[in-house]
Structure formats: structure tokens, C-alpha cells
């Protein structure tokens, strides 16, 4: 496994461990949207949950080397709107980080089965060429700005 292609499954993993130490947190930061008009943290997690699904379910094997991906079948506004009110007004408290932690899981185990070759070989999205790695490192990096914007959220609550 490439050095690069380990870091993106390390960061991963590291983020279920960040959504499993929410559990910590008062409800009310929970549900309380990070800023207005934004997300909840709770939200924030289910909207996670909802791309580890869409990888998980066709999109990864829609991802081939030397292949063009087909354009996404899904309506990103509406998945996203979907995982919200999901989180918002459906799930428990503890249903959020379980479903988030088992999705990854199931993602990560995935990730650890794609062939060498497959990892670093390029594939064109709309007409930009990129590895699975990089196409991952992308997810990650969208990740982290999510986990930034709940830590600053959380920070806010703390010195409040």
C-alpha cells in the first residue's frame, strides 16, 4: 500500500475517532447549528454518512483506471437535505455517531481491498484526470474542513 494511499485511510480512521468523541458533548451543542444558517454538528456527521454511503454504493466501482466515471446519479442538494433532517428531526442521539462509525468501517474495509494498481492509476471526472488516492485525499480534506468548523463550534460554546 502506497505511503499516500495509507495516510488517506489513516485520516478516515481518524475521523470516526473525532465523530465518536462527540458523544461527549452536551445535547444542546449537539443539535445547536454551528453558525447561522449552518449545520448542526449532528447534521454535519449525517451528511458524512450519506458520502461514505454513495462511495460504498457504486460510486467506488464507478472509479476504474484508464475509464471515464459516468456523472453522479445522485442530487447532492437533495442527499444532503435527506442526511439533515435525518439527524435533525429522526435519529437519537446516539444513532448518529454509531451510523457514522459502522458506514466507515465498512468503507474503510472496502478501501483496504482496492488492487495496488488502482489506487494510483488515473481515471477521468469530468474531464479531469485523478487516482483513487487523490480522489480520496479530496474527500479527506472536505472532512477536515467540517471537523474544523464543529471544533470551532465547540470552542465558541466552551469560552461562552
Do not use: C
Not at 4 to 31: H, N, T
Amino acid at each position: 500500500m502506497s505511503l499516500s494511499y495509507k495516510r488517506v485511510l489513516l485520516r478516515f480512521r481518524e475521523m470516526d475517532g473525532f465523530v465518536q468523541s462527540l458523544k461527549e458533548i452536551p445535547e444542546a451543542w449537539w443539535r445547536m447549528p454551528i453558525a447561522e444558517g449552518k449545520w448542526s454538528p449532528a447534521e454535519i456527521i449525517a451528511h458524512l454518512i450519506e458520502w461514505d454511503r454513495f462511495l460504498l454504493d457504486g460510486r467506488l466501482d464507478q472509479l476504474k483506471p484508464g475509464q471515464a466515471a459516468p456523472p453522479v446519479s445522485v442530487q447532492v442538494d437533495g442527499l444532503n437535505a435527506r442526511a439533515a433532517r435525518w439527524a435533525r428531526e429522526e435519529a437519537s442521539r446516539q444513532e448518529v455517531p454509531d451510523a457514522f462509525h459502522h458506514t466507515r468501517t465498512r468503507l474503510l474495509r472496502r478501501l483496504e481491498t482496492v488492487p495496488g494498481p488502482d489506487r494510483v492509476e488515473p481515471f477521468t471526472i469530468r474531464g479531469r484526470s485523478l487516482t483513487l488516492t487523490a480522489y480520496l485525499e479530496g474527500l479527506a480534506d472536505h472532512e477536515d474542513h467540517h471537523r474544523k468548523q464543529i471544533e470551532g463550534h465547540l470552542r465558541t460554546r466552551r469560552e461562552g
